[in-house]
C-alpha cells in the first residue's frame, strides 16, 4: 500500500446521508477533502483514526477532520445503520467569529486526543432533535427551504458543539492502540514542514530504526515514508487551496525542491499543483 486513497464526495457546503447496509464491503485505509460527523445507531463497527481505534455504541459521535487517514471494520451479522454528515471546513470557516467557532468540537477532540463523542440519552436530546429535522429538510421542498436547511444546519453544529464543550459527555479512550505508534503519529504531524529523517525519529524515541518501522506498518497498514509523504502532500494541497502559490506550498509541506513535490503530487491527485490553482474560484 503506498498511497492512501481519496473517497466521497461534496459538491455543496454539507451534506447528510442516513444510510443501513446489510453488508458492508470492507473499507481501507482513506481520507477525504472535507470533516465529517458520523452517528452510530446500530451494528457491530471498530472505528480507526490516526492510528486510534474505538468500538462503537449507539448513537457514538464520530468526528474526523478533512485530511485524517481512517477506515473501519463492520461486523457484517448486523445492519450497519449511521447517519453521516459531510462539511465543507471552508463553511464553517465562514461562521467564525471571535465568540464561537463551528469547528470547536473537532478542536477539542484533536486536543482529548479522542475522535469519538459519547454522549448519555443521546436519542432523546436536542442534538438528536436537531439532527433530525435537518435529515427532514433534504426532502422538503417548500418556500426558502435551502436556506431552512442551512439553519436546520447550523442549529446541529451549535448543539454539537455545545455538547462538546459541555461536561455531560465524555470523548472516550480508545479500545486498542500503541502509545508508541500514537505517540511517533502526533510527532510526524507536529513536524511536517522540518525535516523528518526516520533515524532521527527513532532516535527521538529511543527505539531502533528497524524495530519502529515494523512496528508503524503492524499499527498502521503503511510505511513511516508514505504516511509522511502522503501528509506533506495533503497539506500543500490545502495550501494551494488557500491561495498560497504552489512553489511555496511545495517549501511549506516539507519538499526540498519543487520538481519532486509536483511529481508527488500529480501522481497523488491524478492532477498538477498548476491545475489545482485553475480550479480556485
Do not use: W
Amino acid at each position: 500500500m503506498g498511497e492512501y486513497e481519496k473517497r466521497g464526495y461534496l459538491n455543496s457546503e454539507f451534506r447528510l446521508f442516513h444510510l443501513t447496509d446489510r453488508e458492508t464491503k470492507e473499507v481501507e485505509y482513506h481520507y477525504h477533502e472535507f470533516d465529517k460527523i458520523t452517528i452510530f445507531i446500530h451494528g457491530r463497527v471498530n472505528y480507526m483514526v490516526e492510528g486510534r481505534t474505538y468500538d462503537l455504541k449507539p448513537y457514538d459521535i464520530v468526528l474526523v477532520k478533512h485530511n485524517d487517514i481512517h477506515r473501519l471494520v463492520v461486523d457484517n451479522r448486523y445492519p450497519y445503520e449511521r447517519i453521516i454528515v459531510y462539511i465543507s471546513p471552508n463553511f464553517m470557516d465562514a461562521y467564525k467569529t471571535e465568540e464561537y467557532d463551528l469547528s470547536c468540537c473537532f478542536q477539542k477532540a484533536e486536543k482529548a486526543g479522542s475522535n469519538v463523542l459519547r454522549i448519555p440519552s443521546l436519542k432523546k436530546g436536542s442534538l438528536f432533535r436537531s439532527i433530525s429535522r435537518l435529515e427532514r429538510s433534504f426532502s422538503d421542498g417548500a418556500y426558502a427551504a435551502a436556506l431552512y436547511r442551512q439553519v436546520l444546519f447550523l442549529e446541529f453544529m451549535i448543539h454539537l458543539n455545545r455538547a462538546a464543550l459541555s461536561d455531560r459527555l465524555e470523548f472516550i479512550d480508545t479500545d486498542a492502540c500503541n502509545p508508541k505508534v500514537i505517540d511517533i503519529l502526533e510527532y510526524i504531524n507536529g513536524h511536517l514542514t522540518d525535516e523528518l529523517n526516520i533515524n532521527a525519529i527513532a532516535e527521538t524515541f529511543f527505539i531502533s530504526r528497524y524495530y519502529m518501522m515494523r512496528l508503524f506498518k503492524q499499527e498502521t497498514g503503511f510505511t513511516i515514508g508514505s504516511y509522511i509523504s502522503q501528509k506533506r502532500l495533503l497539506l500543500g494541497r490545502e495550501l494551494i487551496a488557500s491561495g498560497t502559490s504552489a512553489a511555496q506550498a511545495a517549501y511549506e509541506c516539507g519538499f526540498k525542491d519543487y520538481s519532486t513535490f509536483q511529481r508527488a503530487y500529480k501522481a497523488l491527485f491524478k492532477e498538477s499543483p498548476r491545475d489545482t490553482l485553475l480550479t480556485l474560484p
